[in-house]
């Protein structure tokens, strides 16, 4: 198998292309200087449990959630084509009318949204509609890397407005937390490229409970 070249942060290259359709052909250096995951995930572990754990909890509710999916092993092997089935699979939800949807991001190891269950379905259905449809438009990709989508997901439930302007400034700023862009808007597979715009419901158009 042919060894994959690593992608450094965008302040150690010569050049990026932002306005190109595939992802940058370096890997993510080790992130040495920035921790291996998330921080969000990582400051808020007791807010953010595997899908499992919180399943009897949320089976019933319907609301705004934010939500994480990981590659297991958790590397960097998606590339444009896996990115563009993520993005399809959440926008034709959102055109369906299934979902509300907020913001996204697909990042090479993971990948976030923020929406809201539109049709009634409780998190782990849509969830579960989601993860059939990625996994499969992906599973020969990621198979080649000997990788599979982790068989649960993180979640948290968004419960105020500063909370989901929170998750969405983070989701958005993800590509940019990890030097792969300079600019929110030039990463070509999150909510924040103008070509999405029209795909979100923003103002969001749900009250929280505080």
Known sequence: MRRQKKWEPISERRSVSNSGNSFPQEEIAARSAAPTFDLYICEHRTQMEPHSCNLRKHRQEHGTFFVTKCLQPKLGVIKEDVAEVICSALCFSASKQQIL????????????????????????KRMAALNRWISRRSSSHLKAFNVTWQDNFYETRIKSARQFQFIRGYVEENPVRAGLVSSISDWPWSSANPRFQETLSLPWPWTFSS
Do not use: N
């Open 101 to 124: 949807l907020a913001a996204f991001v697909v990042m090479p190891d993971h990948w976030h949204a923020l929406f809201g269950c539109q049709d009634e379905k409780e998190i782990s």
